[in-house]
C-alpha cells in the first residue's frame, strides 16, 4: 500500500523559509512523478510545483516561480519542496501526490495523480 507522509510545514513571518518533505513507502519515487498542491481555505486546491520521474523537467505555478524548488531524492524516496521568500497568500495546507506512471504531460491536474498525502500546514504572518 502507497503511503506519502509531508512534513515540515509550520508558521513562519514573511519573508522567510520552510522545506517540506514528503516521504513515500510502497512505491519507488524514481518511477513516479511528483507534485506539490495546496489548498487554502475557502479555496480549490491549487497546483504548486511538479518533478518529472526522470528529473529533468520541473513545472511551477507562476507565482511561486523563482521562490519555490521542487527536487528529489530517490534514494531516499522523498520529495522536496524548498519554499523561500514566503508570502502571507502562501498560506495553506501543502499536499504531495504521485503519478505511478511518471506521467507528466498533464502535471498541473490533479486528476492525473493517483496517491496523495495527508497534507501539512504553512502559516505566512504578515
Known amino acids: 500500500q502507497v503511503q506519502l507522509v509531508e512534513s515540515g510545514g509550520g508558521l513562519v513571518q514573511a519573508g522567510g523559509s520552510l522545506r517540506l518533505s514528503c516521504a513515500a513507502s510502497?512505491?519507488?519515487?524514481?518511477?513516479?512523478?511528483m507534485a506539490w498542491f495546496r489548498q487554502a481555505p475557502g479555496k480549490e486546491r491549487e497546483f504548486v510545483a511538479a518533478i518529472s520521474w526522470r528529473r529533468s523537467r520541473t513545472l511551477y505555478e507562476d507565482s511561486v516561480k523563482g521562490r519555490f524548488t521542487i527536487s528529489r531524492d530517490n534514494a531516499e524516496n522523498t520529495v522536496y519542496l524548498q519554499m523561500n521568500s514566503l508570502k502571507p497568500e502562501d498560506t495553506a495546507v501543502y499536499y504531495c501526490a504521485a503519478n505511478y506512471g511518471g506521467i507528466f504531460t498533464n502535471a498541473k491536474n490533479d486528476r492525473a495523480y493517483d496517491s496523495w498525502g495527508q497534507g501539512t500546514q504553512v502559516t505566512v504572518s504578515s
Open positions: 510502497g512505491l519507488m519515487l524514481s518511477n513516479a512523478a
